[in-house]
Antibody, heavy 115, light 113 residues
Framework: QVQLQESGPGLVKPSETLSLTCNVS????????WSWIRQPPGKGLEWIGY???????NHNPSLKSRVTISMDMSKTQFYLRLTSVTAADTAVYYC?????????WGRGSLVIVSS | DIVMTQSPDSLAVSLGERATINCKSS????????????LAWYQQKPGQPPRLLFY???SREFGVPDRFSGSGSGTDFTLIISSLQAEDVAIYYC?????????FGPGTKVDIK
């Protein structure tokens, strides 16, 4: 079965770029869409965006043009890049399989934005 | 954007009793293409990622106990736990996937009374 694992820096300075990697194992990356979702501490879930190996991508307009989602099938990884971060971007970031129904999920990666 | 609301914010139910969670969308999520409601339910236990419970409002994901049921159509949906067990303590979220941006409800926390 497909398993996902997020990795990346746990601390990012304000105005800098948040970069996360999701490692995919146990399945083919061409089978699914791949998504990012985040959850601020003690709060609800926010969809960030998705990508497909065909090049189909979409992201939440609330994040404006700060988001880039990419993938490298040869490494079985996909990526999240979020620029110009502020404290409001502090959250647990989850990677997940599928475009609309999110399953499976990674364990999540806490990213704190602080100087 | 489709705004999702849930009620109540939290509830405490005795073991073996029924728990009912409501979810409302700001517009219908009934798909014209397949006459199904693009509404999912997730369960999130402390320190864990969410787990998909239901899709198409009432289709139970594999492995979800049958004490859980999902229902509703259009803009109003319900998740019922017919006989609450200790392992059901969690926050439950509804989510619409009718149109992006895909949006979640704020969550309903379920505890034991």
């Amino acid at each position: 079965q497909v398993q996902l694992q997020e990795s990346g820096p746990g601390l990012v300075k304000p105005s800098e770029t948040l970069s996360l990697t999701c490692n995919v194992s146990g399945g083919s990356m061409s089978t699914y869409y791949w998504s990012w979702i985040r959850q601020p501490p003690g709060k609800g879930l926010e969809w960030i965006g998705y990508i497909h190996h065909s090049g189909d991508t979409n992201h939440n307009p609330s994040l404006k043009s700060r988001v880039t989602i990419s993938m490298d099938m040869s490494k079985t990884q996909f990526y999240l890049r979020l620029t110009s971060v502020t404290a409001a971007d502090t959250a647990v970031y989850y990677c997940a399989g599928n475009r609309e129904l999110f399953d499976p999920w990674g364990r999540g990666s806490l990213v704190i934005v602080s100087s | 954007d489709i705004v999702m609301t849930q009620s109540p914010d939290s509830l405490a139910v005795s073991l073996g009793e029924r728990a009912t969670i409501n979810c409302k969308s700001s517009q219908s999520v009934l798909s014209n293409s397949n006459n199904r409601n693009s509404l999912a339910w997730y369960q999130q236990k402390p320190g864990q990622p969410p787990r998909l419970l239901f899709y198409w409002a009432s289709s139970r994901e594999f492995g979800v106990p049958d004490r859980f049921s999902g229902s509703g159509s259009g803009t109003d949906f319900t998740l019922i736990i017919s006989s609450l067990q200790a392992e059901d303590v969690a926050i439950y979220y509804c989510q619409q996937y009718y149109s992006p941006p895909f949006t979640f409800g704020p969550g309903t926390k379920v505890d034991i009374k």
